[in-house]
């Protein structure tokens, strides 16, 4: 068992071979190569300018980072478990590199501040990625919704017949949704996005640092103001993981509607080949597997967050070896959301909705009975409690007669309703129902093409 030579100066061997495993991390945080190198760089120009490291030195680091930044991207760096993480192997080629100038560039700094910036810097960029592509999403939306700004279907509470909508209506609560979704990513961009660097272990260094300028130099609009903050706050981590989780929610629901709508029992729906899969025995099948996909990627990226929470709920005060396990949550998570955006996209854009089926889904649960009580309030000035009871009476009516509220006879209404006149009957039809919903937000079609342009122009 060889000493490590970067920090293994006060011990006389080293690590077993279990405690080399389980504190290893290079498997899955050499991901943070980029930043790594990036973070290296701004703190060696910071350490020139400062003159704290020369010039000579700094250039040879310079060059010897972007030969190792070259040799990770084109495949042919040797990652070592025994040097544990990324930033121990990338310091261990500078030296083989360029020698002795590559111990002067962990000058005023720590693994644990580095670790710190590297994330932040990694979240930063997933959460620039994860907004691109929910705004993919929303592009889909809005093109079906466009589409459909008037095609008539069933809105449901309860997932019970409730009120005639529109398919494009429907379809923009997504893009709302993925719009919050959108905000919720921006506002954890900005609260992460202060650097860590410079605040070395936990107490900051001695050295007459820059960290204004590393800070500038990374593109973050400030340093932390508290080093032991700066190495041990983990809650940008877990406020990515919650804006992933928020997002997969609301991506599992639309995946759900998917699955539902493309079911025979539907029929609302159909999707291509290219989204869905067929069965080993049963040759008839045609199954939404990406829509299934995503909808369970959901427990994975809440699964996630929750155990991150866990493993930082009760930690003291500064580092502890412990936050070595929040990278994994926050790459899985934004894989897994990533995949489940762009497939989303995919089925959204190739699904074809069926305007007939949806349609004829309208002929059930008396969808039109809120425009009946509204009209008896506006019409007959009845309380709508009142008139609430009196449209019950008439659904129960119809129901025992096997027929839509717009087929009952005038006289049969006037039994329930004396002042009932025929004009009762221009507001049972779903088409002006759904015209008559002319609110802001409502789903007239007018309104829903208004939303549209408006969507375009917030969103896109």
């Given at each position: 068992m060889t000493k490590n030579k970067m920090w293994g100066g006060r011990?006389?061997?080293?690590?077993?071979?279990?405690?080399?495993?389980?504190?290893?991390?290079?498997?899955?945080?050499?991901?943070?190569?980029?930043?790594?190198?990036?973070?290296?760089?701004?703190?060696?120009?910071?350490?020139?300018?400062?003159?704290?490291?020369?010039?000579?030195?700094?250039?040879?680091?310079?060059d010897g980072l972007d030969r190792i930044l070259k040799e990770i991207e084109a495949g042919g760096f040797e990652f070592k478990s025994a040097l544990e993480d990324i930033h121990l192997n990338i310091?261990?080629?500078?030296?083989?590199?360029?020698?002795?100038?590559?111990?002067?560039l962990h000058t005023a700094r720590s693994r644990n501040d580095q670790v710190a910036t590297d994330l932040r810097l990694w979240?930063?960029?997933?959460?620039?990625?994860?907004?691109?592509?929910?705004?993919?999403?929303?592009?889909?939306?809005?093109?079906?919704?466009?589409?459909?700004?008037?095609?008539?279907?069933?809105?449901?509470?309860?997932?019970?017949?409730?009120?005639?909508?529109?398919?494009?209506?429907?379809?923009?609560?997504?893009?709302?949704?993925?719009?919050?979704?959108?905000?919720?990513?921006?506002?954890?961009?900005?609260?992460?996005n202060e650097s860590p660097l410079g605040a070395a272990a936990l107490a900051g260094t001695s050295f007459d640092i820059d960290r204004h300028a590393t800070a500038a130099a990374l593109g973050f609009d400030a340093p932390?103001?508290?080093?032991?903050?700066?190495?041990?706050?983990?809650?940008?981590?877990?406020?990515?993981?919650?804006?992933?989780?928020?997002?997969?929610?609301?991506l599992s629901r639309l995946a759900e509607e998917l699955v539902l709508w493309c079911t025979p029992q539907f029929g609302f729906i159909a999707l291509s080949d290219a989204f869905t899969t067929g069965s080993s025995i049963m040759p008839q099948k045609r199954n939404p597997d990406a829509a299934e996909l995503v909808r369970a990627?959901?427990?994975?990226?809440?699964?996630?967050?929750?155990?991150?929470?866990?493993?930082?709920?009760?930690?003291?005060?500064?580092?502890?070896?412990?936050?070595q396990e929040d990278k994994e949550p926050v790459f899985d998570a934004a894989d897994s959301?990533?995949?489940?955006?762009?497939?989303?996209?995919?089925m959204v854009a190739d699904m074809e909705a069926k305007p007939a089926a949806l349609a004829a889904a309208l002929a059930d649960g008396f969808p039109t009975a809120t425009d009946l009580a509204d009209w008896l309030v506006r019409v007959l000035d009845m309380p709508f409690r009142e008139a609430h009871h009196?449209?019950?009476?008439?659904?129960?009516?119809?129901?025992?007669?096997?027929?839509?509220?717009?087929?009952?006879?005038?006289?049969?209404?006037?039994?329930?309703?004396?002042r009932i006149t025929k004009d009762i009957y221009s507001v049972l039809s779903n088409e002006s129902s759904v015209e008559s919903r002319k609110s802001f937000g409502g789903t007239a079609p007018e309104r829903v093409r208004e939303a549209i342009a408006a969507a375009r122009e917030r969103y896109l």
């Open positions: 011990y006389d061997s080293g690590p077993s071979a279990i405690m080399e495993r389980i504190n290893a991390s290079i498997d899955f945080d050499r991901r943070l190569y980029a930043q790594d190198i990036a973070g290296s760089k701004a703190h060696c120009r910071m350490l020139v300018d400062q003159g704290i490291v020369s010039a000579e030195d700094g250039v040879a680091i310079q310091e261990s080629r500078l030296s083989e590199l360029v020698g002795a100038p590559a111990g002067r979240v930063r960029d997933a959460a620039d990625g994860l907004d691109a592509l929910l705004g993919g999403l929303q592009a889909a939306l809005l093109d079906q919704a466009e589409a459909h700004a008037a095609t008539l279907m069933p809105g449901f509470t309860h997932l019970q017949p409730a009120q005639p909508v529109t398919f494009g209506h429907h379809l923009l609560a997504y893009v709302e949704m993925a719009g919050r979704d959108r905000g919720r990513f921006a506002d954890c961009r900005r609260r992460a932390m103001a508290n080093s032991i903050d700066a190495v041990s706050a983990r809650d940008f981590a877990l406020e990515f993981l919650s804006a992933c989780s928020i997002a997969a929610v609301h990627k959901t427990g994975r990226i809440v699964g996630a967050l929750t155990g991150l929470l866990m493993v930082l709920k009760g930690l003291p005060l500064a580092y502890g070896k412990d936050m959301l990533e995949l489940a955006v762009a497939a989303l996209t995919g009196a449209t019950g009476t008439l659904v129960s009516l119809a129901e025992k007669k096997g027929c839509a509220l717009a087929e009952l006879p005038l006289s049969e209404m006037q039994q329930v309703e004396s």
